[in-house]
């Protein structure tokens, strides 16, 4: 019974004496920073094309919702503007503000 309740002590103590630390590198800033493929690494022509649809799939909302955001930072203050709904305090945005 005492070896069920030390189990989990022991394997906490385990996990948290060892600190491994992930290798840290510089950001790069110029697009010759960075790194490219392994060298001998060959990527088949599906591999790139499944890469490439997943990054438009993940990237086209969030560069959106950032585009989205920079416009409403423009905004002055909420309701009509110029004959167009720009924005609410409430977030929705309708005629009847």
């Known amino acids: 019974m005492k070896s069920r309740i030390a189990a989990p002590f022991f394997m906490l103590a385990l996990l948290t004496a ?3 630390y992930a290798q840290q590198i ?3 800033v110029k ?3 960075v790194p490219g493929p392994v060298q ?3 990527m088949s022509k599906e591999y790139v094309q499944t890469i490439g649809r997943l990054a438009y799939i993940w990237g086209y ?3 959106n919702m950032y585009a989205r955001r920079l416009a409403m930072q423009e905004v002055p203050a909420a309701g009509l503007s ?3 709904c720009s924005g609410s305090s409430r977030g929705a ?3 009847t503000d």
Request: charged share 15%; net charge negative; hydrophobic share 20%.
């Open 18 to 20: 060892s600190h491994s």
């Open 26 to 28: 510089p950001i790069p």
């Open 31 to 33: 697009p010759d920073q």
């Open 40 to 42: 001998g690494l060959s």
């Open 61 to 63: 909302p969030l560069v």
């Open 82 to 84: 110029g004959g167009d």
């Open 93 to 95: 945005r309708s005629y």
